[in-house]
């Protein structure tokens, strides 16, 4: 039986090194530290509770929002969603209206099905904890507007288009549970309900 040539042999050698090597580079899994960057639009559900017996509505918002992300396994990771206050007009039926501002810190555990292969497409779903901090409350009519802070679950879907060794484009949606107790001039007025679904599109990192 004829041997194969030896340069035969050097490409072909080549040509697995470099499978190999591709097979890591996009193999994203365990230890990976990742950032994702883009625009997120926070749309609230249709129904916001009532405030002084009258139903409230809040408009959806788009502002730059950011994660920061850990895989600790090939399947499995950690990402904090955070962002630029979103600021909310929001109306009152039939009494007034005004606008509040809000963080919405997001902290959820992920588990990605293709995590650990060399996939180009990498989807993820996750569920975890929410803590909203609301700010600069305000009405048209003067009346002192107040929101407490609130936590509340959250889910997740997200998926990882790979474009290099540390590039990806990203589009990932939450759906979180924000509820708010309000008082109007000190007084407890009701309920105010945000439940916004937040659509993400943008840039991911790996470092």
Same mark, same amino acid.
């Given at each position: 039986m004829r041997k194969a040539p030896l340069s035969t042999l050097l490409v072909s050698s080549i040509a697995a090194a470099a499978l190999m090597t591709s097979s890591q580079v996009f193999a994203y899994g365990a230890g990976d530290f990742f950032t994702r960057v883009g625009v997120a639009k &926070? #749309?609230?559900?249709? !129904?916001?509770?009532?405030? $002084? +017996?009258?139903?409230?509505? &809040? #408009?959806?918002?788009? !502002?730059?929002?950011?994660? $920061? +992300?850990?895989?600790?396994?090939?399947?499995?990771g950690v990402e904090l969603l955070?962002? $630029?206050?979103?600021?909310?007009?929001?109306?009152?039926?039939?009494?007034?209206?005004?606008?509040t501002k809000h963080l919405p810190p997001t902290l959820t555990l992920q588990?990605?099905?293709?995590?650990?292969?060399?996939?180009?497409?990498?989807?993820?779903?996750?569920?975890?904890?929410?803590?909203?901090?609301?700010?600069?409350?305000?009405?048209?009519?003067?009346?002192?507007?107040?929101?407490?802070?609130s936590w509340g679950a959250a889910g997740q879907v997200g998926v990882d288009l790979l474009i290099d060794e540390h590039w990806a484009l990203n589009a990932a949606a939450w759906y979180i549970d924000i509820?708010?107790?309000?008082?109007?001039?000190?007084?407890?007025?009701?309920?105010?309900?945000?439940?916004?679904?937040?659509?993400?599109a943008g840039l991911s990192y790996r470092f």
């Open positions: &926070v #749309d609230p559900t249709s !129904n916001n509770g009532e405030i $002084l +017996g009258a139903d409230v509505n &809040v #408009d959806a918002e788009t !502002n730059f929002a950011f994660t $920061l +992300g850990y895989r600790f396994h090939d399947k499995m955070a962002a $630029l206050p979103f600021k909310h007009d929001l109306q009152v039926e039939g009494v007034t209206d005004g606008s588990y990605y099905p293709l995590g650990g292969t060399e996939a180009r497409v990498q989807p993820y779903v996750g569920a975890g904890i929410n803590y909203t901090r609301f700010s600069d409350e305000k009405t048209d009519i003067g009346a002192s507007l107040e929101l407490d802070d509820d708010s107790d309000a008082k109007v001039g000190g007084a407890e007025a009701g309920t105010v309900e945000i439940d916004p679904v937040v659509v993400m």
